[in-house]
């Protein structure tokens, strides 16, 4: 499992509330990644990260922020919840050959 | 703009029989190109990569997928299909150059009859 979580694993919110998810790898890899996925969208990429400290937007990075301090840790803030942010989050990081991604086991969030 | 198309939003086939599922890319170069599986409830779990050499690529649970540069396809396949096999797939493809950023297509959900 590339040694990823995420947490909270589900979590229920009001609009307009700040919530931050957590992703956490142990196998120190450089690169981590933010996906929401959302019926008959797939996944879409918000952000990423390419060392500490070091991050960029993705496709749909609005409404989202992104945080990295440690390699093992890549946090993703919603600053004020909408119910558009309804979906399940799915960090991933990338193994050392070629690009191939492996991701954790997502978090489902709601946004009443 | 780059795209993944799956056209098939939902297939149906009976337990025993092949599979192949559909999967376009529009770039300009020839990418990465990866196939993901998704049981309900759970995480998405690689089947299967390509990334150069051989066009006939061989992955887990017995899948395969057949990269064909002149019709930008990726598509996967499976000789004879077993009601595990149930779940939701998706295709995905990445730039040689872009940081491993993966773009997905829909995801096609497949139904297995006993």
């Known amino acids: 499992d590339a040694g990823i979580t995420q947490s909270p694993r589900h979590k229920v919110t009001e609009t307009g509330t700040p919530v931050t998810l957590r992703c956490h790898q142990t196998?120190?890899?450089?690169?981590m990644y933010w996906y929401r996925q959302d019926p008959g969208h797939g996944l879409r990429l918000i952000h990423y990260?390419?060392?500490?400290?070091?991050?960029d937007k993705g496709e749909v990075s609005d409404g989202y922020s992104v945080s990295r301090s440690k390699t093992e840790d890549f946090l993703l803030t919603l600053e004020s919840a909408t119910s558009s942010q309804t979906s399940v989050y799915f960090c991933?990081?990338?193994?050392?050959?070629?690009?191939?991604?492996?991701f954790g086991p997502g978090t489902r969030l709601t946004v009443l | 703009a780059q795209s993944v198309t799956q056209p098939d939003i939902h297939i149906t086939v009976s337990e025993g029989a092949s599979l192949e599922l559909r999967c376009n890319y529009s770039?300009?170069?020839?990418?990465?190109l990866f196939w993901y599986v998704q049981s309900p409830g759970q995480g998405l779990q690689l089947l299967l990569k390509?990334?150069?050499?051989?066009?006939l690529v061989q992955g887990i649970k017995g899948f395969e997928a057949e990269f064909k540069r002149s019709q930008s396809s990726f598509n996967l396949r499976k000789p004879s299909v077993h009601w595990s096999d149930a779940a939701e797939y998706f295709c995905?493809?990445?730039?040689?150059?872009?940081?491993?950023?993966?773009?997905f297509g829909q995801g096609t959900i497949l139904t297995v009859h006993p």
């Open positions: 991933a990081i990338r193994g050392t050959v070629n690009n191939e991604q492996f």
């Open positions: 995905a493809v990445a730039l040689r150059t872009s940081y491993g950023k993966l773009t």
């Open positions: 770039y300009g170069a020839t990418p990465y």
């Open positions: 390509y990334f150069s050499g051989d066009t």
């Open positions: 196998e120190n890899h450089r690169y």
């Open positions: 990260s390419y060392g500490v400290k070091d991050t």
